[in-house]
């Protein structure tokens, strides 16, 4: 439904040459069409976009991505870019703000979501460990992270449970193991942890 969303808001001003529903046929059609720009679903299946970054650059150095995501999450958008991308840009960008944005990055330049830039910025002067930022949340689960990220928002335990369709019991154990993990003590840690790394 989003592809075809996409195709209908640029397809008069781009012309789409491939599409792939998940790594093994986007990395597929990128070689065989060799796109000006690839738009690039952060969390495409079969292993994200950061895999179809790795493959194809392997092949095609000079392939151009444009990274897609619903996701504003620091580690998202530091991980694609260090993998290749040429900008990062949310799904809630309209169809003309889109076309631009692919345009600029096949002409060279780097395009991100005003919001998103900070990210790049932050972790290109130091202030947010780019090596840390991928090594600690390697350590935790999806729903960990999940859960992370409802805590150190100022969600109750019963707010994420709620919230994530899971029991209070189970977010506790949740919270105990990304504890365990960060080698934290407690919730105002974990939320400190979280907002210098610019996750909520």
Known sequence: MFRAGVKAEIGDRVRVVGEGHDVESAVAVIAEQRPDVVLLDVHLPGGGGVEVLKQTLARDPDAKFLAVSVSDAAEDVIGVIRAGARGYVTKSIN???????IRRVADGDAVFSPRLAGFVLDAF???????????DLDRLSNREREVLRLIARG???KEVAKELFISIKTVETHVSSVLRKLQLSNRHQLTRWATDRRLV
């Open 95 to 101: 169809g003309k703000e889109l076309i631009d944005a």
């Open 125 to 135: 002067s130091g202030s947010i460990d780019i090596s840390s930022v991928d090594e």
């Open 155 to 157: 969600y109750a335990y």
